[in-house]
């Protein structure tokens, strides 16, 4: 598995690279973060302790749905399905159907790095 590398940026910062490259005036590196979240307070929420031991069951059990992911777990299904369509959002799960329309989760990313930059921080506060 490759490694995400996660930015920091406020939502203003991270529209504004996205509309630069979209008009051709900025061309990403292959270093630069491919994910953003606007603050390192969501990341931590969206990596948390309970939130890394779910990955590591889905990589461990590779369970064929949600529902099963849920009784590995022993985590509510409405939770799972949240928590997993928020990652998913930033990259980390893929959701795909499965037989007889189930959602299996898979991650994608087992190594994560953030970027961030303590002078651009003081900068926007």
């Given at each position: 598995?490759?490694?995400?590398?996660?930015?920091?940026?406020?939502?203003?910062?991270?529209k504004a690279r996205t509309m630069a490259i979209a008009r051709g005036e900025h061309k990403p590196q292959p270093d630069e973060p491919?994910?953003?979240?606007?603050?390192i307070e969501s990341v931590a929420k969206v990596l948390s302790a309970g939130n890394r031991e779910l990955l590591q069951v889905i990589i461990a059990q590779r369970p064929g749905s949600i529902d099963e992911l849920s009784k590995l777990t022993g985590r509510q299904k409405s939770n799972l399905s949240r928590?997993?369509?928020?990652?998913?959002?930033?990259?980390?799960?893929?959701?795909?159907?499965?037989?007889?329309?189930?959602?299996?989760p898979s991650v994608t990313h087992e190594r994560f790095t953030v970027d961030l930059s303590v002078s651009e921080a003081i900068a926007k506060s």
């Open positions: 598995m490759n490694t995400l590398r996660i930015g920091i940026a406020s939502y203003e910062r991270a491919k994910v953003w979240f606007p603050s928590t997993l369509r928020t990652m998913e959002g930033y990259g980390i799960v893929h959701l795909e159907r499965g037989e007889h329309g189930r959602i299996v």
